[in-house]
């Protein structure tokens, strides 16, 4: 079949493609025994289609004589239970003995394609962590304890971090110290935290040790692996990991829901802003169902065209999918497929073959940067571990969750915003929201103080400033690390129960959370107030001006409505305005990509972005200059996207 799937990947535009991700079985079917032929046969195939190959190391899933000869490689739960083999990435992070059969592997593909002609990219395992990032084993344990060394120094300096003079914890020696193994109770919380750090880190040292080894024996050859920024996927901290790699290379799947379509953009948005703004790559979406979901929706006509373009539309120069051909068998023979069941004979295979024409059409656009956005959203992935773990005031608070309803918000104005890490240059930024940015560390508050001072225009929300790096209360008050730039002083946290909601004066209303404010200056002023409940005419948004700059505060959850109404405020007093005509904004995004502009239609089932049937709004004429139109030249218009250059001297937003 493989000279077969060759032509139809001509067909459907396919110039690059992913292999050999989960062979080691096959490439190795026992310790001393190599068979490469098989790969050899359809690396060469590919290079006579002229199809590029981003070869995987195949060491995502051991093999099983690996794991027969060598069961303490296998992962183990909190509870204490072997993970076995049968599924895929059954091993540990840190186990020694995986590490040197994964890198004898490594070296071997190595030395045998690093000078193929189709070899473009090199793509280190597999989605790393996607079932393993946490493991509790003995490995595991003794790789925490040296961790935990390099962070601490002294056993006194973690017993003050993780404050176990608390419930009897007090350490005395190194190897008391366990991971956060199932306890009678919580266990403690700065070990948790702790452990979630050290998880994302030895992991990432397993990519440096297959990506060092690449990197000595083909520097000729860029590496990647590919990311999870997708729904709540939250093992590993990619702001610390993206430098790691030669290029960004993500994995992204919708979730379904009225935010699908704001979910995929916000994980675009913020895959590129990981990337610095320069080009990435989408290594896997589907065509259509995958099958991992509870209940798994096809994509609808029109939907993986105005997917894919999305993620072209935030800066990605490859739109890849999981999976070539539908297999008749095996785990993943219900997940959609470039080929699907139906074979070429089908409607995805024809989206597939219509998005490559589109994609080759759209080859100006490969390696233009996207541009920078007036507004962006803070993401941290240590506010996401700490805010979320147990022992908490309330266990149904989600970060990602309520950054994705700011990000909504901006979408509903016609707002462009940027998702951004915290590293990324937040004085470029005249507004900044940070969503529940519960840990802040002293340097983080004086960065965001000095970008208030400075000038810029700052909102942040319940449950932020709380912490410092060990995960201690900042006393004297809530938010303790942003009380003063905020100018407000929360003595109790009032979450609310499922059944409980407020009133604000702005006609919002509050679920989940709710703080009782004290203004702390006569700078601060109140944007709205309770209306219901026993918090009803106090203080719900405040927002404190600060020379030319701001710092807002809003003390419950809102949603995506709520928020746009406050957010309506708060971007009209930092000059942020939208750069959409009126009957566009809301329905469609823009996004900016050198001299490109996508609009984007975000309607569940993809509309045209410039309908007839849409509120009036500027036409641009198939081909032509649009005059008078603050769009620019129409260079592509498919289903639910438009895209339109603008002439090279205007000098568009800013980069
Ligand atoms: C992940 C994996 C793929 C495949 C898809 C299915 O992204 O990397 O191998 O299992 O999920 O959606």
Not at 203 to 220: F, I, S, Y
Not at 328 to 343: F, I, L, N, Q
Not at 347 to 356: E, P
Not at 431 to 444: E, K, S, W
Request: hydrophobic share 40%; charged share 20%; proline share 7%.
């Amino acid at each position: 079949m493989w000279r077969e799937d060759a032509r139809a990947m001509r067909t459907a535009g396919v110039n690059i493609v992913s292999l050999a991700i989960f062979s080691w079985a096959r490439l190795q079917p026992d310790e001393d025994v190599w068979d490469f032929a098989w790969l050899d046969e359809v690396v060469d195939l590919m290079h006579e289609y002229d199809i590029a190959v981003d070869l995987a190391t195949a060491t995502a899933s051991p093999p099983p004589w690996l794991t027969t000869a060598h069961p303490e490689i296998l992962p183990v739960d909190r509870e204490g239970h072997r993970l076995w083999p049968g599924g895929r990435q059954h091993w540990r992070p840190t186990s020694p003995l995986f590490r040197r059969h994964a890198l004898r592997l490594t070296r071997e593909l190595a030395q045998r394609y690093g000078r193929h002609p189709a070899l473009v990219a090199w793509h280190v395992s597999n989605e790393l962590g996607c079932h393993n990032v946490h493991d509790y084993s003995d490995d595991a344990a003794s790789a925490f304890r040296t961790w935990l060394r390099a962070r601490y120094g002294t056993m006194e300096a973690l017993n003050q971090a993780w404050a176990t003079a608390f419930w009897s914890q007090h350490y005395s020696d190194w190897e008391q110290i366990l991971p956060p193994r199932l306890a009678p109770t919580y266990p403690n919380p700065t070990q948790q935290l702790d452990f979630r750090r050290f998880s994302s880190d030895a992991l990432k040292d397993h990519l440096r040790a297959e990506r060092d080894l690449l990197v000595e024996l083909t520097p000729h050859i860029p590496v990647t692996t590919n990311f999870m920024v997708t729904g709540e996927s939250n093992g590993l901290n990619y702001a610390d990991w993206a430098g790691e790699v030669d290029f960004v290379a993500n994995d992204h799947y919708v979730t379904p829901g009225p935010q699908a379509y704001d979910e995929l953009s916000f994980s675009a948005n913020l895959t590129a802003n990981l990337a610095g703004g320069r080009p990435w790559f989408l290594m896997e979406h589907s065509t259509s169902a995958v099958n991992w979901q509870p209940v798994n929706l096809p994509k609808r006509p029109g939907q993986l065209i105005r997917d894919s373009l999305t993620h072209v539309a935030h800066g990605a120069d490859a739109v890849c999918f999981f999976q070539w051909r539908q297999s008749a068998a095996g785990a993943e023979k219900y997940h959609s497929a470039m080929v699907p069941h139906a074979g070429e004979d089908s409607d995805v295979f024809r989206a597939v073959t219509d998005l490559g024409a589109t994609l080759r059409a759209l080859a100006s656009v490969a390696g233009t940067t996207r541009s920078r956005a007036r507004a962006a959203i803070v993401f941290d992935w240590e506010s996401w571990w700490a805010a979320e773990l147990d022992s908490g005031p309330a266990d149904r608070l989600r970060y990602r969750q309520e950054a994705l309803d700011w990000y909504t918000a901006f979408l509903d104005l016609g707002l462009r915003v940027d998702v951004v890490p915290l590293d990324a240059p937040l004085e470029h930024y005249d507004l900044l929201i940070a969503p529940i940015l519960h840990v802040v560390p002293g340097v983080l508050a004086d960065r965001l103080r000095a970008y208030v001072e400075a000038g810029g225009h700052l909102a942040t929300t319940y449950f932020s400033g709380i912490v410092d790096e060990h995960n201690h209360v900042w006393l004297g008050g809530y938010p303790g690390a942003l009380r003063d730039v905020l100018g407000i002083r929360v003595q109790e946290f009032a979450p609310l129960t499922d059944d409980q909601s407020v009133g604000l004066d702005n006609g919002a209303t509050g679920t989940l959370w709710t703080d009782r404010i004290d203004l702390t200056g006569t700078d601060t002023e109140i944007l709205a107030r309770y209306t219901t409940g026993d918090l009803a005419g106090r203080p719900a948004v405040t927002r404190r001006a600060v020379g030319d700059g701001s710092a807002a505060y809003v003390s419950t959850r809102l949603g995506p409505t709520g928020l746009s109404t406050v957010l309506a405020v708060l971007a009209e007093r930092a000059g942020v305005h939208s750069e959409l005509p009126d009957g566009l904004r809301g329905h469609v995004e823009l996004t900016v990509r050198g001299r490109h502009r996508f609009l984007i239609s975000r309607a569940q089932r993809p509309v045209d972005t410039l309908a007839p049937d849409l509120p009036p709004g500027p036409r641009v004429a198939d081909g032509k200059d649009a005059e008078g139109s603050p769009l620019g030249t129409l260079l592509l218009r498919t289903s639910g996207v438009t895209i339109v250059r603008v002439p090279a001297d205007d000098p568009g937003p800013e980069r």
